[in-house]
């Protein structure tokens, strides 16, 4: 039996941390699967991730997610099936985020292109395809009514009102208990602008990207926040980011991917020293 299948949307890249944490699992003892399910997921690729231990969850569109939700039930994930589908869908995240009191932006959702203009044409703004990941379908409208007549991405869309900060995102990355902080450029145009700068994230930064992700029910997250003129502003949350800047990040994420295996399947003891006890 596999006891952690991860399922990831595209192969990964050059610069992934995904071998870095395969490694660090292996390392542990723990067997582990890798399957690519761009577009959906076929029989006998069903029935293996239904007899493992622990699915993990990676750039999977929405379709994917969905299947998963429905084929899945009762098979333990990182981060959950449902919450997975809530954060990839731009929409489904924000309301989520208003509702739980995280501060984010102003913004409609709307299925019409003209509705996009008539919210931008008295603010700057940023539209999202809903269904956009990896930096894809965003467009900024840096001042009011600069966007273009056209759509220049599929919608139905996410239009926010763009919060003014000091040109550098907060980028906050979540690990079971643990936040981590990399400041960086946005858009990154280079691998040093996606890497950025480490920094420690004050207290109420963790506490906020510990309230964003709970409120998806994600334990690993990408928590994307701007220093907005009235307070840090949450514009962004991804699903098992790339953690891209993080030191130690693979073996990190590895400690708690095997943590949640652990509570999955119930046993007695930890693997490996870095693991909490199951019984948290």
């Given at each position: 039996m596999t006891a952690l299948a991860f399922v990831l949307g595209r192969p990964p890249g050059r610069d992934s941390i995904l071998p870095g944490v395969v490694?660090?699992?292996?390392?542990?003892?723990?067997?582990?699967?890798?399957?690519?399910?761009?577009?959906?997921?076929?029989g006998p690729l069903r029935a293996r991730l239904r007899a493992a231990d622990l699915l993990v969850l990676r750039g999977l569109p929405l379709p994917v997610l969905q299947e998963l939700r429905t084929t899945m039930d009762g098979v333990a994930a990182c981060n959950p099936v449902e919450a997975t589908v809530?954060?990839?869908?731009?929409?489904?995240?924000?309301?989520?985020?208003?509702?739980?009191?995280?501060?984010?932006?102003?913004?409609?959702?709307?299925?019409?292109?003209?509705?996009?203009?008539?919210?931008?044409v008295r603010r700057a703004v940023v539209?999202?395809?809903?269904?956009?990941?990896?930096?894809?379908?965003?467009?900024?409208?840096?001042?009011?009514?600069?966007?273009?007549?056209?759509?220049?991405?599929?919608?139905p869309w996410l239009v926010e009102e763009r919060v003014p900060g000091d040109g550098r995102d907060r980028k906050l990355y979540v690990i079971g208990d643990e936040v981590r902080g990399v400041l960086r450029t946005w858009p990154p145009r280079t691998l040093a602008d996606k890497l950025g700068t480490v920094f420690d994230p004050t207290p109420d930064l963790a506490a906020l990207a510990r309230k964003t992700a709970a409120a998806l029910g994600l334990t690993l997250a990408g928590v994307d926040v701007i220093a907005g003129p009235h307070g840090p502003v949450v514009v962004d949350v991804n699903a098992f980011p790339g953690f891209k800047g993080v030191p130690d990040a693979a073996p990190r994420v590895a400690a708690h991917l095997a943590h949640c295996w652990c509570v999955a399947t119930g046993a007695s003891r930890a693997v490996g020293p870095e693991v909490r006890p199951c019984a948290s």
């Open positions: 490694e660090a699992l292996q390392g542990r003892g723990l067997p582990v699967s890798v399957d690519v399910a761009s577009q959906t997921v076929a809530a954060a990839r869908d731009k929409a489904e995240a924000h309301r989520r985020l208003r509702a739980a009191g995280v501060p984010a932006p102003e913004a409609v959702v709307t299925d019409r292109w003209s509705d996009v203009l008539a919210f931008g539209a999202k395809a809903v269904a956009g990941s990896r930096g894809r379908g965003v467009h900024v409208g840096d001042r009011p009514g600069s966007l273009p007549d056209d759509p220049p991405f599929a919608g």
